[in-house]
């Protein structure tokens, strides 16, 4: 049998301060991508480029990427990692009825969430306590906000009734090169 042990998740919720600058040129950027509607197991998302490979050019992306860049940068400091990359990267659009069920990220450290539109604060990104099997129901964001956790935590987007438009951008990310000599100065510093 396999215990469970309570381990306090890690999650980081950060704002993004060029959002009203950036968020209609994203959107912009994102109509020059296919209509693409996934209805499959345990999804149906309106509008999204998760189907399409690297190979294609997505320039809101490369917009994205700039300006996501200090944030990331930052984020690798307070983990006392000298160096991050983003894995991969899309976008998906709920209105009306649609989801993305219960999921996790493969073969990369943390998955990231953008809210890029989020007209119900409600409607965000719902995780699970394995421990409890139950919702974990605080998590806090709202529009502008980038939500990074572990990408091995189960997550959803639950389903969207509202006629009003959500859209995320979506991202893993890996973090590397710990500085072991700023961690055990800080554990030093605890004693």
């Keep these: 049998m396999i215990n469970v042990k309570k381990l306090e998740s890690y999650y980081k919720t950060f704002s993004i301060k ?10 912009t950027l994102m109509k020059k991508i296919p209509n693409t509607k996934v209805v499959d197991r345990g999804q149906v ?8 490979g690297r190979e ?20 690798a400091d307070r983990l006392l990692c000298e160096s991050w990359q983003i894995d991969n990267g899309w976008f998906q ?19 990231a969430v ?12 719902e995780f699970i306590d394995l421990r409890t099997f ?3 129901k605080d998590i806090k964001v709202k529009e502008g906000d980038v939500l990074m ?13 509202h006629k009003k438009r959500r859209t995320v951008i ?18 030093n510093n605890e004693n």
Excluded at 18 to 27: D, G
Excluded at 56 to 75: D, H, Q, S, V
Excluded at 93 to 111: C, I, K, N, P, R
């Design 18 to 27: 060029e959002h009203k600058k950036i968020k209609n040129k994203l959107l």
């Design 56 to 75: 294609m050019p997505r320039e809101y992306l490369e917009y994205f990427w700039k300006i996501i860049n200090p944030y990331m940068g930052a984020t």
């Design 45 to 52: 998302i309106r509008n999204t480029d998760v189907i399409y």
């Design 149 to 161: 956790f572990p990408s091995n935590m189960a997550h959803r987007s639950s389903t969207t009734l």
């Design 134 to 136: 139950k919702k974990i």
């Design 114 to 125: 953008y809210f890029l539109e989020l007209p119900d604060p409600d409607q965000v990104t």
């Design 93 to 111: 659009q709920y209105v009306g009825l649609s989801y993305h069920d219960w999921h996790m990220h493969a073969q990369t450290t943390f998955a």
């Design 170 to 187: 979506a991202f893993n990310c890996s973090f590397d090169n710990l500085n072991e000599t700023k961690l055990n100065e800080k554990l």
